[in-house]
Each structure stands twice: as C-alpha cells, then as structure tokens.
C-alpha cells in the first residue's frame, strides 16, 4: 500500500515536469527570489538588502511597490510605517497612515534600518542605522549597478489606494530600459500581485512581462476552488506563487498541466527547500537567498558578512 502511494505521489511529479519542458516560459527551474532582498540578514526592501541579494547571487530581487502622496513609486511592503520605520517618533499620531498618506520627501526622513538592529541584535550592523526607504527607481539602480543585471520581481500592493500606478510602473521600467530582454538567461523583470486586475492591467500595458498570481487559502476558497484558481491564473498570466501549504504535489502538478510555472513563498529552512523541490515547485521566495543558494547548488562566492563588509555596512 505505501509503495503504491509512494509512486502515485512520485507519478504526479515527474508527469508535470516533463510536461513542462516544451510548455513552461523561462522563468522555470530552481529559481532564488530574494524576497524583498536578503531579508533575514538585513532591513528588508532597503539598501543593504538589495545590495547583498544581488552580490550573493541572487536570482531575483524581489520588491514590493506603492505610491507616494506625491505620486513617487516607492518600495515598502507593509500598508503603512509604522512596524519597520521610526514614524511615531518623527510625525507622532500619524504613524497609523498609510504609504500614500505621506509624500516622498517625508518617508525619506524616516529610519527604515535601526528596528531592525533592535529586533536582532545579533544580526545588527552599524550601518543598518539611518538607512532610508528606497523608490523604485532607486531599487532598478541597485539591480542594475554591477556589469550583469540582477533582474526585478514587482508586487504591485493594494492598488485599490493607488489607481494607475500599473501604468506609472511600465512607464519607468520603459524609460530605464527595464522591458524586454534578459538578464543573466531570465526575464528582466517579472510582476505579480494578489489582485488579477492589476495582473489583468499590466498584461494590458506589457505584455511579454511574464505575470504570477499570488496565492493563499482564502483566495482558492474565493475562486471556487483550485481548478477554477487555476483557470483564472492561466487567463491572466505565467504562473502562481502560492503560500507552501498549497504547494502539495497534486496542486502544483494541476498547475504545470495548465502551462503555470509555480513559485512557492515564503520558505526559509533547508527541510522547506527540499520539500518543495520534491514537489516539483520551479522556484521560492526566500528571506535566505545564501541558504536556498547553497542547498541549489549554486554557493555564493563570498559569505554575507564578507559581502556586507565590502559594502561598508
């Protein structure tokens, strides 16, 4: 009975990779999408982030987007500041507002690094201090600073509080020269959000860009199921990013025979890796690019902290 379960189970994920090899677009493969930088060992969506993601070798940086007040793109995950900035102390009784609320010339006199060095003191660093929220434009400079372009992942978040910026992001990214092309044998850019009218949008707007539609429970439940989700992500887009525990191989096997590549998140243990590569996943979302990166097999060529060093944090 198990050695039957054992190669049904086996069945369902060696079915869909081989479907794949003709189908799946080139965002396949064990992918490291450092997820909203190098996270674990820096203030996350800043500079230092981004910077040591991309010297370790990351495949992608991957960033969340929102707009200012004043129409600035800007790169911050949460709905407002106060959690990883000192808002509370620099603007007191506005620290409940949103990113929109505020204009780009406010956020940049916040201190996106030191809560970070509070909360983990034996990851802190000097240099973390005072280190400020980055626009977009700021972020595609990191990317693109070394001879080898590191390529984008853009969440667009909550476009519901900032209409049109589908537009002001294509916009950039043409103007940077961001559309188009690869980097390194992948997209140079991929977007992706839990909201399949901004999908919808921006394939309107670029649609060579590949798209992936985020995942969690309630959205399956939402849709009417993983089918149905299914059959809307394959309308919309290139794949799905589910959270890991929709990642069982019989979802993510469904997904590949839809022509979806899938792109787990948020795993950040060696045990998480190798589950998700056994169930076929083509690639996570990791706080830990260095430990994803070594469990691929590809190890970076420095260590973080010589990287950090060298960056002068």
């Known amino acids: 009975m198990i050695l039957a379960v054992l190669a049904g189970w086996l069945g369902w994920v060696a079915l869909p990779l081989r479907a794949l090899e003709a189908a799946r677009p080139a965002v396949r493969g064990h992918l490291v999408i450092a997820h909203r930088g190098a996270s674990y060992l820096a203030p996350e969506e800043t500079m230092p982030a981004y910077e040591l993601a991309r010297d370790l070798g990351a495949d992608y940086l991957e960033v969340d987007m929102q707009r200012t007040k004043d129409g600035v793109l800007v790169a911050f995950h949460d709905d407002g500041p106060a959690r990883t900035t000192n808002v509370a102390a620099v603007f007191p009784g506005q620290e409940k507002q949103n990113i929109c609320d505020f204009t780009l010339a406010e956020l940049k006199q916040l201190d996106a690094g030191s809560w970070f060095n509070r909360k983990y003191p034996e990851r802190a660093r000097k240099g973390y201090a005072g280190v400020k929220i980055l626009t977009m434009a700021e972020v595609l400079d990191i990317a693109g600073a070394k001879e080898k372009k590191c390529p984008v992942y853009i969440e667009t978040k909550s476009p519901g509080r900032h209409p049109g910026f ?31 009218e901004s999908l919808v949008k921006l394939g309107e707007l670029a649609p060579k860009v590949p798209r992936i539609y985020l995942i969690l429970p309630e959205v399956v439940e939402k849709e009417g199921g993983w089918g149905k989700m299914l059959d809307r992500a394959a309308q919309i887009g290139t794949g799905i990013g589910p959270v890991g525990t929709l990642c069982w191989p019989w979802n993510v096997g469904r997904a590949h025979r839809h022509g979806l590549v899938v792109h787990v ?18 690639g996570c979302f990791t706080n830990r690019c260095d430990v994803l990166m070594q469990y691929y097999g590809k190890p970076p060529a420095k260590s973080a902290d010589e990287v950090l060093d060298g960056l002068g944090y």
Do not use: C, N
Request: charged letters at 20%.
């Open 265 to 282: 998140f948020t795993v950040d243990e060696t045990w998480q890796f190798r589950l998700m590569t056994w169930f076929g996943v083509d």
């Open 166 to 196: 589908e537009k002001d992001l294509v916009d950039l990214l043409q103007a940077r020269g961001w559309l188009g092309g690869e980097a390194g044998g992948l997209p140079k850019v991929i977007f992706q959000s839990f909201y399949s």
